[in-house]
């Protein structure tokens, strides 16, 4: 078959179906029982023939894009460049993939952030994911409209109305800071910018040494990035001010920071210091040593993400889901 189909009854008449029927498979509906689903397709590949997408958009009024809006205060926040975020992405895209959808990603800033109801008006997208709740929850809960298709990533708070998908803040600080104590150290740190959700990592972490019966708390201030962090650490070694046996880092990349400091200063990991970070991005486990984190499940967290969006954009009951929090061990914070 050789004949370039130039419309769905082209297709239709090779097939020996009706153009209602091509449409469906092409769309990969239900309706269309997977035998002649394939067929259809295979025939329409071989016909060089693609859906207008344009003109059914117009015709059906929805995008068939998600769209991934990652909101900035400043550019210390996590970038769409960032392990983490980039991992979740990932996952996302690979799930709106097998429901045939596509994938915008862009960033705002938060005092633009009420102009994100204009991709659903202006059909740019029919639901919306949204990253940086944490840097300023209050300009979400103000400007977020839960009536909107939208799920947001991040801590679950009794007091908003939306939907989120993340993990337990609170109970991974925790959990990081009792598997230092646990190792015998008694002089450990949190390094992060502090925000909503790092607030809650940083509570943990300060419950866990009140539980062990410590009362000192060490904050450095770091923000999102490896650099700032090395910077950091590298400066207070530099002046004899590094006094910590641990370190809980909010983030991996804060921790991936730290330790290039801390090898180049020479410091033994863990036996001098030990440190744990917070995400479990995929190179945590090839860096010398491998760092321990607190896993968030970023490909359970892109399928929860977007089950609960397509619900909310169907009018299906939908849920906030808070996922496993686990400590994954490793060699820098527990020697062999």
Same mark, same amino acid.
């Given at each position: 078959?050789?004949?370039?189909?130039?419309?769905?009854?082209?297709?239709?008449?090779?097939?020996?179906?009706?153009?209602?029927?091509?449409?469906?498979?092409?769309?990969?509906?239900?309706?269309?029982?997977?035998?002649?689903?394939?067929?259809?397709?295979?025939?329409?590949?071989?016909?060089?023939?693609?859906?207008?997408?344009?003109?059914?958009?117009?015709?059906?009024?929805? #995008?068939?894009?998600?769209?991934?809006?990652?909101?900035?205060?400043?550019?210390?926040?996590?970038?769409?460049?960032?392990?983490?975020?980039?991992?979740? &992405?990932?996952?996302?895209?690979?799930?709106? #993939?097998?429901?045939?959808?596509?994938?915008?990603?862009?960033?705002?800033?938060?005092?633009?952030?009420?102009?994100?109801?204009?991709?659903?008006?202006?059909?740019?997208?029919?639901?919306?994911?949204?990253?940086?709740?944490?840097?300023?929850?209050?300009?979400?809960?103000?400007?977020?409209?839960?009536?909107?298709?939208? &799920?947001?990533?991040? /801590?679950?708070?009794?007091?908003?109305? !939306?939907?989120?998908?993340?993990?337990?803040?609170?109970?991974?600080?925790?959990?990081?800071?009792?598997?230092?104590?646990?190792?015998?150290?008694?002089?450990?740190?949190?390094?992060?910018?502090?925000?909503?959700?790092? /607030?809650?990592?940083?509570?943990? !972490?300060?419950?866990?040494?009140?539980?062990?019966?410590?009362?000192?708390?060490?904050?450095?201030?770091?923000?999102?990035?490896?650099?700032?962090?090395?910077?950091?650490?590298?400066?207070?070694?530099?002046?004899?001010?590094?006094?910590?046996?641990?370190?809980?880092?909010? #983030?991996?990349?804060?921790?991936?920071?730290?330790?290039?400091?801390?090898?180049?200063?020479?410091?033994?990991?863990?036996?001098?210091?030990?440190?744990?970070?917070?995400?479990?991005?995929?190179?945590?486990?090839?860096?010398?040593?491998?760092?321990?984190?607190?896993?968030?499940?970023?490909?359970?967290?892109?399928?929860?993400?977007?089950?609960?969006?397509?619900?909310?954009?169907?009018?299906?009951?939908?849920?906030?889901?808070?996922?496993?929090?686990?400590?994954?061990?490793?060699?820098?914070?527990?020697?062999?």
């Amino acid at each position: 078959m050789s004949n370039k189909a130039h419309t769905l009854t082209d297709v239709a008449k090779a097939a020996g179906v009706s153009e209602s029927t091509v449409s469906r498979a092409l769309n990969n509906s239900h309706l269309v029982n997977d035998k002649t689903k394939q067929r259809i397709q295979a025939i329409a590949s071989e016909m060089n023939f693609q859906i207008n997408t344009l003109a059914r958009n117009l015709r059906t009024q929805k #995008s068939n894009t998600i769209a991934v809006i990652l909101v900035k205060q400043s550019e210390e926040d996590q970038s769409a460049s960032e392990p983490f975020v980039l991992s979740l &992405v990932g996952a996302i895209a690979d799930e709106l #993939s097998r429901r045939n959808y596509d994938l915008l990603v862009t960033t705002v800033t938060t005092q633009s952030l009420h102009k994100i109801k204009q991709f659903v008006d202006e059909k740019k997208a029919d639901g919306l994911i949204l990253f940086g709740q944490g840097d300023d929850i209050h300009t979400f809960k103000q400007h977020v409209d839960p009536s909107l298709p939208v &799920v947001i990533w991040g /801590e679950l708070a009794d007091e908003l109305q !939306y939907i989120t998908v993340g993990t337990d803040n609170f109970l991974g600080g925790q959990l990081a800071t009792e598997h230092l104590l646990a190792q015998n150290r008694n002089n450990i740190c949190f390094a992060g910018h502090l925000s909503f959700e790092t /607030e809650k990592r940083f509570a943990g !972490y300060k419950q866990a040494l009140r539980n062990a019966g410590f009362h000192y708390t060490h904050h450095l201030e770091t923000h999102f990035t490896h650099e700032d962090a090395y910077q950091v650490a590298k400066s207070l070694i530099a002046s004899g001010h590094f006094i910590y046996d641990a370190v809980v880092a909010a #983030s991996d990349s804060i921790a991936l920071g730290f330790l290039k400091a801390l090898n180049e200063a020479n410091i033994p990991i863990p036996e001098q210091v030990a440190v744990v970070g917070y995400d479990d991005v995929a190179v945590s486990a090839y860096v010398t040593p491998a760092l321990s984190s607190i896993r968030q499940d970023t490909q359970l967290g892109g399928q929860y993400l977007v089950e609960q969006l397509f619900k909310k954009m169907s009018g299906a009951p939908c849920e906030s889901v808070v996922l496993a929090t686990n400590l994954i061990i490793r060699g820098s914070s527990e020697a062999n």
